[in-house]
């Protein structure tokens, strides 16, 4: 069964190439990013992760921490981390969990309940396995993400959908389309304009339910 918006996500106990944790252990008091992949040593996952590490800052920066996922087992992970930082001239000192079983696949709905990993298999029989998920402090769902295997992930806009997700949680705010850094957020509508302008200051109504304003400090 899928995991929804704003629902707890399985605290699985996984086996990475850094050790064996349970999930809700590991993320503590952080956000948490998942990132999941169909076979190690692919091209496509390889840039992915690459740009993962490349962004290292930036997650620190956001209090985020970042697991990668892949059906292959750990030493199959390790050395392609080599692989990784070769071509990101980056660490890659995030952990990957080895989900040979498929347990974390199947929890998280990306692959079905009696989906198995055949002998000689290729990428296409996990090809499902494409998700990048963003998990709250409070182990919550807060975002999901779906992509086939010939396209990569755009990680800028991951980091921008985690500032989103992290400012509208903090600050009591929507997000407008497309809507980066220093642009003006949405009042919600459970707000009324008295509490707004108490609350936000002046705001810019562009229709009745449209309510414009700065991000509060």
């Known amino acids: 069964m899928a995991i929804r918006i704003n629902e707890t996500i399985p605290n699985l106990t996984v086996e990475t190439d850094q050790g064996t944790f349970a999930l809700h252990d590991w993320i503590g008091d952080s956000w948490a ?109 807060k975002l999901s993400m779906l992509y086939p295997m010939n396209v990569g992930r755009n990680f800028a806009e991951v980091l921008r959908a985690l500032d989103a997700l992290q400012k509208a949680a903090e600050k009591n705010v929507a997000m407008p389309a497309n809507w980066t850094e220093g642009q003006d957020v949405i009042i919600p509508l459970s707000v009324s304009d008295e509490e707004a302008r108490a609350k936000y200051g002046e705001f810019e109504a562009k229709l009745p339910y449209l309510r414009m304003t700065k991000l509060p400090a």
């Open 33 to 141: 990013i998942l990132f999941s992949h169909p076979k190690d040593f692919t091209p496509v996952c390889t840039t992915e992760f690459g740009a993962v590490a490349q962004l290292a800052d930036e997650w620190a920066k956001r209090n985020t921490k970042v697991i990668g996922l892949s059906v292959d087992g750990v030493e199959e992970h390790k050395l392609w981390k080599q692989d990784i930082e070769k071509v990101a001239g980056a660490p890659a000192s995030f952990p990957i969990i080895a989900d040979v079983d498929l347990k974390v696949s199947k929890a998280f709905d990306m692959l079905p309940a009696d989906a198995y990993l055949p002998d000689g298999r290729t990428a296409n029989d996990t090809e499902t396995v494409r998700a990048v998920f963003i998990i709250g402090p409070d182990k919550k769902m």
